[in-house]
Antibody
Framework: QVQLVESGGGVVQPGRSLRLSCAASGFTFSSYTMHWVRQAPGKGLEWVAYFSYDGTNKYYADSVKGRFTISRDNSKNTLSLQMTSLRAEDTAVYYC???????????WGQGTLVTVSS | QTVVTQEPSFSVSPGGTVTLTCGLSSGSVSGSHYPSWYQQTPGQAPRSLIYSTNTRSSGVPDRFSGSILGNKAALTITGAQADDESDYYCVLYMGSGIVVFGGGTKLTVL
């Protein structure tokens, strides 16, 4: 069965960096575009970034552009999010999600919590 | 900057019908935005309900339906049940790699 398992969250000071990972299993990872979506405590969902299945395109929300980098390793079935220059407003649960067909997010991980605080 | 608008809250009686909408701060929603809908209960990851305007995701009951109504995407729940009480989010693809979530609608069934 399809599984997405995020890891790497934690408490980090403002201005520091953190790397999130998403381990995928149960499907052909290299055939799917993958996204990161986040949710600040008590707030709505916010799209963060995506990496196309064929590796040709990466896109970012304006709120993270220039600070976050999405990557994928199709040989290891892993999606990553390198986050730098973290701010308090980046505090959120970060979800990894599979895109079956143009923003059809059919599977989601359980999320990993990132807290940016001094 | 594009803002995707949703009703902040809505209430429906058990067995009733409710239509939640998803609009744009500027312009109309169409099928080319591939509107999709997600249900989320507290502490859980979102669940896909509808994609590409009106296609139900696997396992979603047929009392959930999607459409375009006027200049907005719409999610209609027919015969609302107590466990439909959740937050509902729409998502639009804006082109050029940009994806935008709506602010979400908190649905109360009472």
């Amino acid at each position: 069965q399809v599984q997405l398992v995020e890891s790497g969250g934690g408490v980090v000071q403002p201005g520091r960096s953190l790397r999130l990972s998403c381990a995928a299993s149960g499907f052909t990872f290299s055939s799917y575009t993958m996204h990161w979506v986040r949710q600040a405590p008590g707030k709505g969902l916010e799209w963060v970034a995506y990496f196309s299945y064929d590796g040709t395109n990466k896109y970012y929300a304006d709120s993270v552009k220039g600070r976050f980098t999405i990557s994928r390793d199709n040989s290891k079935n892993t999606l990553s999010l390198q986050m730098t220059s973290l701010r308090a407003e980046d505090t959120a649960v970060y979800y990894c999600t599979r895109d079956r067909q143009v923003v059809h997010f059919d599977y989601w991980g359980q999320g990993t919590l990132v807290t940016v605080s001094s | 900057q594009t803002v995707v608008t949703q009703e902040p809250s809505f209430s429906v009686s058990p067995g009733g019908t409710v239509t939640l909408t998803c609009g744009l701060s500027s312009g109309s929603v169409s099928g080319s935005h591939y509107p999709s809908w997600y249900q989320q209960t507290p502490g859980q990851a979102p669940r896909s309900l509808i994609y590409s305007t009106n296609t139900r995701s696997s396992g979603v009951p047929d009392r959930f339906s999607g459409s375009i109504l006027g200049n907005k995407a719409a999610l209609t729940i027919t015969g609302a049940q107590a466990d439909d009480e959740s937050d509902y989010y729409c998502v639009l693809y804006m082109g050029s790699g940009i994806v935008v979530f709506g602010g979400g609608t908190k649905l109360t069934v009472l």
